[in-house]
């Protein structure tokens, strides 16, 4: 098969990196594959994978009608057989290229929080977590003809994996040993990421008379001056640098194997996991808690994520238990590698990936696409004015489906 993987964005993030990984991976399975995006840090990692970059305009609007002829275009210059859009102004503009072209599928991978209503139903989905796709399955049981697919974010787990070397990254942000480093790598936006970022800045900051403790941000983004705010007066609190914050990492696995205990959620928990370290899970709304042989299966069900719990309370007291107890750190740590090892395994996902393009091939468009195609830029038109009025009367999310709470998209 010839595959184009059309990202949302090239810049460092879960959805992405896992396009990027999983494009990879089908390559190798035996198949053609080229990446579409605009410029951005992750350009190079496509690049060093031996895989075709094709540059987009990064000021093009989302979706639209032009990039939807750049990618139908590319699919009959190239003889692509499936389009593959990551998230929702991807995915839209996938299934409009793959129209205009006999033989060609479309597929869209939602790794968000919630699926925007307004995808096409006959589009063939991809999703990460169980809880997800029973939500889109029982909600759009009777209009969506296309099938909803599950793929829990893959996970290298040979180019991530305990031993690799963290000396330069130490020696660059002046991390001595000794302290038990907790590490988050994450983008440091609104949406789902800083009311838990900000909330370990302050339980560290606090924790840090009494334990050795300190926190590793790695990552940046458009709330980075709050964070740095918050990070001065815990330090100052403590009386030591007990929150570091090191910006973006290309390369952010040095941050991952300096870790003594992880905090994350979504794709970045699983790639920690992958270090054997003790992982705990941040949600939204004082969401907190432990990888454990008895949190597991919640954690599998709903994602690497979670809403509601006792916030600054919880992680306290995970820390101050983790801290103490190396033994249970380390049964902790092996714990999540073989879970990572035996479930998350890229090579495992992208058979699932080969077969979901297949089938998805293997489909009849029929009157439903016809109709998706039909009313879905209505619906999309409509979304946007609504997002406009909302901006006119105040801040609004920067991503609307990987806002706070699990009702309030849908």
């Not at 432990?290 to 306290?316: K, M, S």
Request: aromatic share 6%; hydrophobic share 45%.
């Amino acid at each position: 098969m010839r595959i184009l993987v059309y990202p949302h964005a090239m810049e460092i993030g879960g959805s992405q990196l896992n396009a990027i990984e999983l494009a990879g991976a089908v390559r190798d399975l035996g198949h053609e594959v080229v990446v579409a995006g605009e410029p951005g840090p992750l350009v190079d990692r496509v690049l060093a994978a031996g895989i075709e970059h094709v540059p987009l305009d990064p000021g093009r609007r989302r979706p639209s009608p032009s990039t939807v002829r750049l990618l139908a275009r590319l699919a009959d210059e190239r003889g692509f057989d499936v389009v593959h859009g990551y998230e929702w102004p991807p995915g839209i503009e996938a299934f409009y290229a793959a129209r205009r072209r006999k033989g060609t599928a479309a597929v869209c991978t939602v790794m968000s929080m919630a699926v925007a209503p307004f995808l096409p139903p006959s589009l063939p989905l991809v999703v990460g977590t169980e809880q997800i796709r029973r939500d889109v399955l029982e909600r759009r049981s009777r209009r969506r003809p296309g099938a909803v697919h599950l793929i829990e974010p893959p996970v290298d787990v040979h180019a991530n994996a305990p031993g690799h070397p963290t000396a330069d990254f130490r020696e660059r942000f002046d991390l001595d040993r000794g302290p038990l480093d907790v590490v988050v790598v994450c983008r440091l936006v609104a949406e789902l990421k800083l009311e838990g970022l900000l909330t370990a800045v302050d339980v560290v900051g606090d924790l840090a008379a009494d334990l050795p403790l300190r926190l590793i941000i790695a990552g940046d983004g458009p709330c980075r001056d709050q964070v740095e705010a918050r990070a001065a007066r815990a330090n100052a609190r403590a009386g030591r640098r007990a929150v570091v914050l090191t910006g973006q990492l290309d390369d952010p696995r040095p941050a991952y194997a300096a870790a003594t205990i992880a905090l994350g959620m979504g794709g970045s928990a699983l790639r920690a996991l992958a270090f054997g370290r003790p992982l705990i899970v941040q949600g939204e709304r004082g969401f907190f808690e432990p990888l454990t042989p008895d949190t597991a299966e919640t954690f599998l069900g709903q994602g690497w994520y979670g809403v509601g719990g006792r916030g600054a309370e919880r992680l306290a007291e995970i820390l101050r238990d983790l801290a103490g107890d190396d033994v249970r750190r380390k049964e902790l740590g092996d714990y999540g590698r073989r879970l990572v090892t035996e479930r998350f395994s890229l090579e495992r996902a992208a058979s699932v990936q080969e077969a979901i393009y297949r089938e998805a091939l293997s489909a009849t468009p029929g009157l439903a696409a016809r109709r998706d195609a039909a009313v879905t830029t209505a619906r999309v038109v409509g979304y946007k004015i609504a997002r406009k009025a909302r901006k006119l009367r105040g801040p609004v999310a920067r991503d609307d489906f990987n806002a706070v709470a699990r009702g309030e998209t849908r």
